[in-house]
């Protein structure tokens, strides 16, 4: 584990090194930085979903946990998206990360990057974005529903540690930490929202990935108006939780998607999936 100053914080961040080229080829791995979402979420989740196939694709892959979140300082105070962008900038500025990245974000983690990319367009090569929206009215009117079913999820027997070593509770007294001892269910809803000019100003390549099931992809047509270059694929059946339920067919929509038109190029691809 590794820790970066960061925005004042203390933060964790996890690394994996695209394989090496062969010898007398010359490659610069583009950089993913993977955003995770709120509260119930940490960088762990990426492990076991998009980060080993996009470092073994040839990317460069950077993860972090958010202020509040597994390993990262977590502050009484500072919980709107602003300061979750101003960490972003301040950590890739800490790891002498100059050139465009490929931002891959879950939930939350998505709003953070379409919210970094409106502030900084120049800076983003792609946004994927999985269960997620750009920060809009829309978007900040359905914040208070979706914290309160992520404060509902769990529950009170968690905190007992049921797995008889602790496992579970200590992850479930973490999660009631960032809720119920910060100010994050105060202030990511009455985050600033970025002007739609901004928004649509975005001219990277985005592809958004929704479940079928889930209530953020009402949010689609906006996304949609506000940036016609986005791919828009939902996945049928799947809840909120489609990155971690169904990795391989999120996977299978992303690799294909980054290969053509997200700046992953041919020469840095290394699996063989089918586009969808």
């Known amino acids: 584990m590794s820790t970066v100053l960061a925005n004042g914080l203390s933060v964790h961040v996890e690394r994996l090194a695209p394989p090496e080229p062969a010898p007398g080829a010359h490659r610069t791995a583009p950089t993913a930085v993977l955003i995770h979402g709120l509260a119930l979420d940490t960088l762990a989740s990426w492990y076991l979903t998009l980060a080993n196939p996009l470092a073994a694709a040839g990317l460069d892959v950077v993860m972090y946990d958010l202020r509040g979140h597994g390993h990262?300082?977590?502050?009484?105070?500072?919980?709107?998206?602003?300061?979750?962008?101003?960490?972003?900038?301040?950590?890739?500025?800490?790891?002498?990360?100059?050139?465009?990245?490929?931002l891959v974000g879950n939930s939350f983690g998505g709003t953070i990057a379409f919210?970094?990319?409106?502030?900084?367009?120049?800076?983003?090569?792609?946004?994927?974005?999985?269960?997620?929206?750009p920060p809009i009215a829309a978007w900040r009117e359905?914040?208070?529903?979706?914290?309160?079913?992520?404060?509902?999820?769990?529950?009170?027997?968690?905190?007992?540690?049921?797995?008889?070593?602790?496992?579970?509770?200590?992850?479930?007294?973490?999660?009631?930490?960032?809720i119920t001892q910060t100010s994050l269910m105060r202030d990511v809803p009455a985050s600033?929202?970025?002007?739609?000019?901004?928004i649509a100003a975005i001219g990277c390549p985005v592809l958004c990935v929704y479940?079928?099931?889930?209530?953020?992809?009402?949010?689609?047509?906006?996304?949609?108006?506000?940036?016609?270059q986005a791919r828009i694929v939902t996945v049928p059946g799947q809840r909120h939780t489609v990155l971690v339920d169904q990795p391989d067919?999120?996977?299978?929509?992303?690799?294909?998607w980054l290969l053509q038109?997200?700046?992953?190029h041919p020469g840095h691809h290394q699996l063989a999936c089918a586009d969808q």
Not at 118 to 128: D, F, G, K, L, W
Not at 211 to 228: C, D, F, N, Q, S
Not at 249 to 256: G, M, Y
Request: cysteine-free.
């Open 72 to 102: 990262t300082d977590r502050p009484a105070e500072g919980y709107a998206l602003d300061d979750f962008v101003d960490d972003l900038a301040a950590l890739l500025a800490a790891l002498d990360i100059t050139g465009p990245v490929v």
């Open 115 to 133: 919210a970094y990319a409106a502030r900084h367009p120049e800076r983003v090569a792609a946004i994927v974005a999985v269960e997620a929206a």
């Open 142 to 178: 359905q914040m208070p529903r979706w914290l309160s079913s992520a404060a509902a999820y769990l529950p009170d027997d968690t905190l007992a540690g049921i797995d008889g070593r602790g496992g579970l509770g200590r992850r479930a007294r973490s999660i009631r930490e960032v």
């Open 192 to 198: 600033r929202t970025s002007p739609e000019e901004r």
């Open 211 to 228: 479940g079928g099931a889930a209530t953020v992809g009402e949010l689609a047509p906006e996304v949609r108006r506000l940036l016609p």
């Open 249 to 256: 067919s999120v996977r299978d929509i992303v690799l294909p």
């Open 261 to 264: 038109s997200g700046g992953l």
